[in-house]
């Protein structure tokens, strides 16, 4: 039967027709869509901006499309236009004709709506056939009347005025209301008979989409176009797969999830780099922590850089990427001193263990040497970790350990520099000992004895050099008590020689002397012999008194001799002026 056309259902269709344009040509958004019926016949114009270019056969081919995927009762014949805003006349047309097939049966319609045939009506299908054309040029004349219907059609964005078009036979070529038989059939699942706001909204936000994109200056502006992507493509979810609109409905999820995809990279790259800001806020406490922020700072950079600058995206990321960048140049800087400092670290451990290997086996001087400015090195690395650097902990824990073995080398080193110094002293004051002794110099040969043996026995028990010093003392006290003994002989010899001088003089000189390993050897004088052969020769001069005198004197003499002679222990020889012996004492007589 005749199907009543009412506006609104023409408009539907154009509407879908439009947004089907919409989806499929990049440029559709400057098309706009009418439909209007003459003399039984389905015309749609189909007009655009004269700065526009466009592909009339496509134009064409999205339009039958949209036709062949609507089920006509019978024969249809649709013709469409394509024509410039403000010209009266198209420039290229095509003709689609609708043909009645038996493919699709009512049966399978009756699943679709409560107020379809039911399983007991008869199964007609439908199908479709068009023929496309091309006209560069149209007549004017032919084609002017042809146009009139269109004249008082409506905008889509205009209101919906009720002027009443002539029925025309369109079958389900108008998605909105279809008449079968003696019942009505209505599509009651969303977008099948009716408008489809869920596609209009996604349709307007893949529109808008790229401009809300770009005018987003923060990560939460970026989540907020995200969520309405989000919400537009679940929105299309309830289109049915048998819908004409669910090719549609999935390129649109195909684009808006798309679109979401790009913005979620960019949130989460956002996402990442917030986390790592925050983590700068607070000192690092390890390597390992300042690699994390690195790997944190690198995660957010990566997929930032791959945003190319034809993205709508671009500006935000690139303003974010450069401080980013400088975010991360901070960190691998702080990475690479980081790295330094406990190459420092290492290298102290290293050389610590070379100094205890040093300190096991040292047999000198020069080894504790060593061992000290071996462990020197060790410390002043360790200091020099600053207490900003994440090692600076370690570093002081292991001066704890390495600071007392540093003191106790240099103890020790001091201790043998000194033992080495006694020792080579005492060798040196010995020496001079020596020469002295040669000297007969006693009394300085004594000091000097005294001094290395004193000397030797200053050397520490634990010095490598308290072995070598005992050796000396034993030969050096040896050498001290002969210097000592000497002294006093000397000293003796001195007293004697005191002695014998006041003895031998009286007057006159009485007599000489001379000391040596055989004894005293005592010669009286010339002027004293003299004197004693003249009272020997006239004992009973005038002079007697005299004479006896010279006699006592002598006897005085020698017994004077003889005490210094017992005080010497030494043997006492005199002899006359001439030589012939007086008198004699030897040791022990």
């Not at 995809?261 to 700068?280: F, P």
């Not at 000192?283 to 930032?304: D, G, K, N, T, Y």
């Not at 290492?346 to 070379?354: H, I, L, N, R, S």
């Not at 002294?487 to 003089?505: E, G, P, Y």
Request: glycine content about 4%.
């Amino acid at each position: 039967m005749k199907v009543a056309v009412q506006q609104e259902d023409l408009q539907l269709l154009a509407k879908t027709l439009q947004e089907q344009l919409l989806v499929e040509v990049s440029t559709a958004e400057v098309f706009e869509v009418k439909c209007a019926v003459n003399k039984d016949e389905l015309m749609i114009l189909t007009q655009h901006a004269s700065d526009v270019i466009v592909d009339a056969q496509l134009i064409f081919a999205v339009i039958e499309e949209v036709l062949q995927s609507l089920a006509p009762r019978k024969e249809q014949r649709v013709q469409c236009f394509l024509r410039v805003f403000g010209e009266q006349l198209p420039y290229a047309k095509c003709f689609v004709a609708l043909k009645q097939t038996e493919e699709w049966g009512d049966r399978e319609m009756g699943r679709w709506g409560d107020g379809g045939v039911g399983e007991d009506e008869e199964a007609i299908s439908y199908s479709s056939s068009s023929a496309l054309t091309y006209f560069p040029s149209i007549d004017e004349t032919d084609e002017e009347e042809l146009f009139d219907p269109f004249a008082d059609v409506p905008n889509l964005s205009a209101s919906k005025s009720g002027f009443q078009v002539k029925p025309v036979l369109l079958g389900a070529v108008l998605v909105g209301i279809v008449v079968l038989g003696s019942g009505t059939y209505f599509l009651t699942r969303p977008c099948v008979m009716s408008e489809c706001q869920e596609i209009q909204n996604a349709a307007q936000l893949k529109t808008k989409s790229p401009q809300l994109m770009r005018r987003a200056k923060s990560e939460k502006e970026l989540v907020a176009v995200q969520q309405k992507l989000a919400a537009a493509s679940v929105a299309l979810n309830v289109i049915p797969s048998w819908s004409p609109r669910h090719q549609m409905s999935e390129e649109l999820k195909v684009s808006l999830s798309g679109r979401s995809e790009k913005i979620n990279q960019v949130v989460k790259a956002l996402q990442t780099a917030s986390l790592a800001i925050q983590k700068v806020q607070t000192p690092a406490s390890s390597l390992e922590e300042l690699q994390a922020r690195q790997h944190l700072w690198r995660q957010a950079i990566a997929p930032l850089e791959a945003v190319s600058s034809s993205s709508e995206l671009y500006g935000l990321v690139q303003g974010k990427l450069l401080n980013y960048r400088v975010r991360l140049h901070a960190v691998n800087q702080q990475i690479a001193t980081e790295e330094k400092w406990l190459k420092k670290i290492t290298a102290a451990k290293a050389v610590a263990v070379a100094a205890e290997k040093r300190e096991a086996t040292a047999k000198s001087l020069n080894d504790w040497q060593k061992v000290q400015s071996t462990w020197l090195v060790v410390v002043n690395t360790l200091n020099t970790i600053p207490r900003t650097s994440a090692g600076y902990q370690d570093a002081q824990k292991l001066m704890v350990d390495y600071k007392p073995k540093l003191v106790l080398a240099r103890d020790r080193a001091t201790k043998e520099r000194l033992a080495v110094k006694s020792y080579q002293q005492a060798l040196s004051t010995a020496n001079q000992a020596k020469v002295y002794q040669q000297q007969n110099q006693w009394q300085a040969a004594a000091t000097y004895w005294d001094q290395a043996l004193q000397t030797a026995k200053q050397i520490s028990e634990d010095s490598l050099y308290y072995t070598q010093a005992q050796s000396l003392i034993e030969p050096y006290s040896a050498a001290l008590k002969q210097a000592q003994e000497k002294v006093q002989v000397v000293s003796s010899f001195q007293q004697t020689r005191t002695d014998l001088d006041k003895t031998c003089i009286n007057g006159i000189r009485i007599c000489t002397f001379s000391m040596d390993n055989a004894g005293i050897i005592v010669r009286l004088t010339p002027e004293y012999d003299q004197i004693r052969q003249n009272n020997l020769a006239n004992p009973y001069s005038e002079n007697s008194d005299t004479a006896v005198d010279v006699t006592n004197h002598l006897q005085i003499l020698r017994e004077a001799l003889a005490v210094i002679s017992d005080n010497a222990n030494m043997s006492l020889f005199l002899y006359d002026s001439q030589g012939q012996v007086i008198y004699t004492r030897t040791l022990g007589g």
